[in-house]
C-alpha cells in the first residue's frame, strides 16, 4: 500500500521542468548546460555555426535622475551586474 502511494505521488509530480530544481540548478544554468551540451555533440561544420552564435554583446547604461549615464559594452554575463 505504502509503495502504491509513493507510484501515485511520483506520477503525479510536476512535469519535467522541475528537475533542474531538484539539482539545484537556476533555470538559466540548467538552459547554457543543455546548450553547451548540443554544442559539444555536433559535428563540423555545424558546431563552428552553433559557437558563433553562442556568443554575445550589448551595451547598458545605468540611469539616474532621468538621465542616461555612460554605456558600457557588455560582452559577459558574469561581468554584467559589476559593470553597472
Do not use: C, H
Not at 528537475?19 to 563540423?44: D, H, I, P
Request: charged share 20%; proline share 2%; hydrophobic share 40%.
Amino acid at each position: 500500500n505504502k509503495q502504491k502511494r509513493l507510484d501515485t505521488v511520483l506520477t503525479m509530480t510536476a512535469p519535467a521542468t522541475s528537475f533542474w530544481r531538484v539539482a539545484g540548478m537556476t533555470y538559466l544554468q540548467y538552459v547554457n548546460r543543455a546548450a553547451n551540451s548540443v554544442r559539444s555533440a555536433a559535428k563540423e561544420p555545424v558546431r563552428s555555426k552553433l559557437l558563433a552564435n553562442s556568443s554575445f554583446s550589448y551595451n547598458a547604461a545605468k540611469w539616474e535622475g532621468g538621465a542616461q549615464g555612460t554605456k558600457t559594452q557588455i560582452s559577459s554575463l558574469s561581468k554584467a551586474g559589476a559593470s553597472l
